[in-house]
């Protein structure tokens, strides 16, 4: 495994895992089939908005471009894929520990994880720039769920590659672009990059121009929000964080 920081909390960690791009088809073809739809479809005032299983809205029109987020379910049946799973799980606990040797403190806001999930890229989607903390605020409608307020430290692990020349297992653009940092990240396959989730990690996804792009996706965090389901949280051993 290499380490190399960029600056503002943005470490790189490559050659963390190897992913089998066969395996990885078979895996995304099964999250495909259990995941139900997203979203559900509301009208307000004439116009129609996309409302989240987590209560998020977006505009119905920006659907189209933002990636498919499968998650995985697979506590409920362990024969499928939960060796895969889990050892994606250790690789970024791995991969946690060597971040809280070079930043101290972030152990000591680290108390669970969010249940990882996969967000899938096709042509064209993209994520505009955000922060993983970040919940809009509305006084009329308080968000339901709001558990990315608790965020710290965000991580993503990288199923398959970018390519300037795509096979069926690759991708081309759907680079991530680091504000602050003005820093751009090209993935590859069995990196990770772990970051701030609050402003100082701004952050943006460029379009996808070709191919799909796979990235596990988790979130440590802390404090106890209220209404939080229990699935997502996964008790960490503060202790065996090294720092």
Known sequence: MKIVQHGFGIVEFSEVININQE???SYINYLEQINPP??????ENGKKFALTKSGFKFNFED??????????LYKENKSLHFDFVQNIDKALYGCLVEYCKIFPDAARTIWWKTQGHVAAYGPGQH??????????????NPALNQAPIHNTVS???YLNNSSDQPDN????GGEMYFEQANYTFVPRQGSVIMYPSNYIGRHEVKP???????????????GNPEGTP??????????????
């Open 230 to 243: 229990v699935q997502w949280m996964d008790t960490l051993n503060k202790d065996s964080l090294g720092a």
């Open 23 to 25: 395996y990885l088809a």
């Open 169 to 172: 297992f690759s991708y081309s």
């Open 63 to 72: 659907i189209k471009d933002a990636p498919v987020r499968y998650n995985l």
């Open 38 to 43: 997203h979203f559900d479809i509301v009208e």
């Open 127 to 140: 994520i505009g720039p955000h922060s993983d903390s970040h919940i809009e605020f509305d006084f009329k």
């Open 208 to 222: 996808v121009t070709k191919g799909n792009r796979y990235v596990y996706l988790q979130f440590y965090s802390y």
């Open 155 to 157: 991580c993503g692990l």
